[in-house]
């Protein structure tokens, strides 16, 4: 059975400081890593993909991935209230079935 | 507009009853896929499907079914069966069948017992 795990929070950051999303995962076969953003209500929104070992970059966000430790993470930098939300991270192999998630971190940036 | 269109928003089921939710894609994706979100968390895989009349279980198929005529068409049918129906249904879908393939979501239906 596959296992994703997350801290669920709240964890709670200043405005314009980096926050920092953890999740560890427990299938070695495990090849794709994903990040979501869910606001209150409404449906998950895909904020980055990554792949390889390493970091990845997209505007604000960098994906960290780290396949050996079975670790990927999601930091956020300059935070913004807007970016209050529970951010969900999911795995999968290399197949074409579902994604596997976590429960999720719920993300509070302070004014 | 390019989307996924999950219907209706909110659904009420009452005891015995099958309801039907829907799930539409115009974005000409092969994939589509339906998870069930319960409160505080993660999401969990009822169905998946990667091509037209072809469709496989997920994590908790037990209680649900789905069909696959149309590309563009996603179905998932809760049963009497399922004896813990409330939860957020989600459906998405994802361009190809290929791993590194995004899934995006709908708007989601709320069901809820009566």
């Known amino acids: 059975q596959k296992e994703v795990e997350q801290n669920s929070g709240p964890l709670s950051v200043p405005e314009g400081a980096i926050a920092s999303l953890n999740c560890t995962y427990s299938?070695?076969?495990?090849?794709?890593f994903f990040w979501y953003r869910q606001y209150s209500g409404k449906s998950p929104e895909l904020i980055m993909s990554?792949?390889?070992?390493g970091d990845k970059e997209d505007g604000r966000f960098t994906a960290q991935l780290n396949k050996a430790s079975q670790y990927v993470s999601l930091l956020i930098r300059d935070s913004q209230p807007s970016d209050s939300a529970t951010y969900l991270c999911?795995?999968?192999?290399?197949?074409?079935?579902?994604?596997?998630f976590g429960k999720g971190t719920h993300l509070i940036i302070q004014p | 507009d390019g989307g996924i269109t999950q219907s209706p928003k909110y659904l009420f089921r009452k005891e015995g009853q099958n309801v039907t939710l829907s799930c539409e894609q115009n974005?000409?994706?092969?994939?589509m896929y339906w998870y069930r979100q319960d409160p505080g968390q993660g999401l969990r895989l009822i169905y998946y499907?990667?091509?037209?009349?072809?469709?496989q279980k997920g994590d908790i198929a037990e209680g649900y079914s789905v069909s696959r005529e149309k590309k563009e068409s996603f179905p998932l049918t809760v049963t009497s069966a399922q004896k813990n129906p409330t939860a957020f249904y989600l459906c998405?879908?994802?361009?190809?069948?290929?791993?590194?393939?995004?899934?995006?979501f709908g708007d989601g239906t709320r069901l809820s017992i009566l």
């Open positions: 998405a879908s994802s361009p190809g069948t290929g791993g590194f393939q995004p899934q995006h």
């Open positions: 299938d070695r076969v495990s090849q794709y």
């Open positions: 990554i792949y390889s070992n």
């Open positions: 999911a795995v999968r192999g290399g197949g074409a079935d579902g994604l596997t």
């Open positions: 974005l000409n994706h092969d994939a």
């Open positions: 499907s990667q091509i037209v009349n072809d469709f």
